[in-house]
């Protein structure tokens, strides 16, 4: 665990020193760099991996709690009626469509689900959210967290060019982009490119994504758990839980930002303490990604993200231009 901080330290130094790489996404690149190098990779598997399944489950948990602080309700009703609705929407129909390509090439195991929860909800946050109710394996989980963190990138960079020739103004490019980008670091990269205004718009509509978490986890909470009844007439199964506790602790967390008029202060202790825990899970799932492992099964899985990040790009573009037309 020592071992991740300080690579979640490493990632933060990275940060500074080029701020258009999210923080979060250094992070899990420095894990997949790490994870290639042969002479470490004994450590990995061996002493160190304990630590780095804690972190990478435990820490993770707890993050996703945290950033329930930084939702208010009050924020995302200000969004008005028919946009809430676009979110919702987009995020419904990129999780189905996605799920659905999955199956059809045939990923296996938990993969078609976790990609579809990563691409459609919230990036890494949702693939770990996602595993922890499915109890999918953390190898399982690897691809997924690459893929989400590659496209997340890419979009940094392809999201800005294509403004113009898509005709947004500051505040439509940010919805676009808090509409369709994965994780919250990559929103605020993309977005502070076109101004405030645009940062503004981007993570308020993010979050309002973020907040579909819970629902989406409890809805496959409850299909787990029926399956897990079906199966216990063959064999003795724990069931799952239908809503996963940490995921109640960020429903709390956003209640007691929406009620409750806590300190400034507090909110930035909280979410620094929120973005260093996400940094060290990220870089310890990060390890568990091997890129010759990758190139020899991983295709498919890259057909999926890849396609899955087109498709919600492109649906966020109809869900803006329908809500600015109304």
Do not use: N, Y
């Not at 980008?181 to 101004?195: F, N, P, R």
Request: with cysteine; glycine share 10%; aromatic share 4%.
């Amino acid at each position: 665990m020592a071992v991740a901080g300080v690579a979640a330290l490493a990632a933060f130094l990275i940060h500074l020193a080029v701020p258009a790489v999210p923080l979060l996404t250094a992070a899990v690149a420095l894990g997949m760099i790490v994870a290639q190098i042969p002479a470490l990779r004994s450590l990995l598997d061996g002493p160190l991996k304990p630590g780095l399944s804690l972190s990478a489950r435990r820490l993770l948990r707890i993050g996703i709690v945290l950033l329930g602080l930084k939702l208010s309700l009050v924020d995302i009703a200000g969004l008005g009626v028919v946009t809430i609705v676009a979110i919702v929407l987009v995020v419904v129909l990129t999780f189905g469509v996605t799920l659905l390509l999955g199956r059809m090439v045939g990923l296996p195991g938990r993969q078609p689900l976790l990609i579809a929860a990563g691409f459609s909800i919230c990036g890494a946050s949702a693939v770990g959210a996602m595993s922890a109710v499915t109890r999918a394996k953390d190898s399982e989980s690897a691809t997924p967290i690459a893929l989400v963190t590659l496209c997340g990138t890419l979009a940094i960079v392809l999201l800005p060019l294509a403004r113009i020739p898509l005709g947004f103004d500051a505040s439509e490019f940010g919805t676009w982009v808090g509409l369709s980008v994965h994780d919250v670091g990559q929103v605020v990269a993309t977005a502070q490119i076109a101004g405030p205004v645009a940062l503004s718009a981007a993570v308020v509509v993010k979050l309002t994504r973020v907040l579909t978490l819970a629902p989406m986890v409890a809805i496959v909470g409850a299909v787990e758990r029926r399956r897990a009844v079906h199966a216990a007439d063959e064999r003795p199964t724990k069931r799952p839980p239908i809503v996963p506790l940490f995921v109640l602790g960020f429903l709390a967390a956003v209640l007691m930002r929406t009620l409750v008029p806590l300190p400034e202060g507090l909110l930035e202790m909280a979410d620094v303490l929120q973005t260093a825990l996400l940094a060290t899970a990220l870089f310890a799932l990060g390890t568990g990604i091997r890129f010759a492992e990758l190139a020899r099964t991983g295709w498919k899985a890259l057909i999926v993200g890849l396609g899955s990040w087109v498709f919600i790009a492109a649906l966020s573009v109809v869900a803006v231009w329908v809500t600015t037309g109304l």
